[in-house]
C-alpha cells in the first residue's frame, strides 16, 4: 500500500485546510485509517481516525469539534477538514492504515503504512 498526504501549506489562526490522503497498491477500502501529527520536537500524536466504512469517527480532545475525518472509498481517499486551526496545530501530518476494519487505534505502532506527511503551518 502506498500512501500519499497532500494539501498541507501555510494558514492563518482561524483558517482552515483539507488535507487528502490518496492510497494505492492493495485494498483500501477494507481498512480504518488514522491520522497523526508530529511537532518539531514533540513525538507523533493521535489526531483522528475512521472506520473502514466511515461509519465511526475517532478523534483526541485537542482536535474534536474543530477537525472532522472522512473518506471516500470509491477514490481511495481519506480526508481531514480541518477549520478554527490555531498555531498549536502546526506539524507534519501523516496518514496511516491500521491493519484491522473496525477497531480506531490511537497508537501509532498499531498501524502498518504510513505517508510521507504534509507540513501544516498556522501563523497567529
Known amino acids: 500500500v502506498q500512501l500519499q498526504a497532500s494539501g498541507g501549506g501555510l494558514v492563518q489562526a482561524g483558517g482552515s485546510l483539507r488535507l487528502s490522503c490518496a492510497a494505492s497498491g492493495r485494498t483500501f477500502s477494507g481498512y480504518a485509517m488514522g491520522w497523526f501529527r508530529q511537532a518539531p520536537g514533540k513525538e507523533r500524536e493521535f489526531v483522528a481516525a475512521i472506520r473502514w466504512d466511515g461509519g465511526t469517527t475517532r478523534y483526541s480532545d485537542s482536535v474534536k469539534g474543530r477537525f472532522t475525518v472522512s473518506r471516500d472509498n470509491a477514490k481511495n481517499t481519506v480526508y481531514l477538514q480541518m477549520s478554527s486551526l490555531k498555531p498549536e496545530d502546526t506539524a507534519v501530518y501523516y496518514c496511516?492504515?491500521?491493519?484491522?476494519?473496525?477497531?480506531?487505534?490511537?497508537?501509532?505502532?498499531?498501524?502498518?503504512?504510513w505517508g510521507q506527511g504534509t507540513l501544516v503551518t498556522v501563523s497567529s
Open positions: 496511516a492504515r491500521a491493519p484491522t476494519t473496525t477497531t480506531m487505534y490511537s497508537k501509532s505502532f498499531e498501524y502498518d503504512y
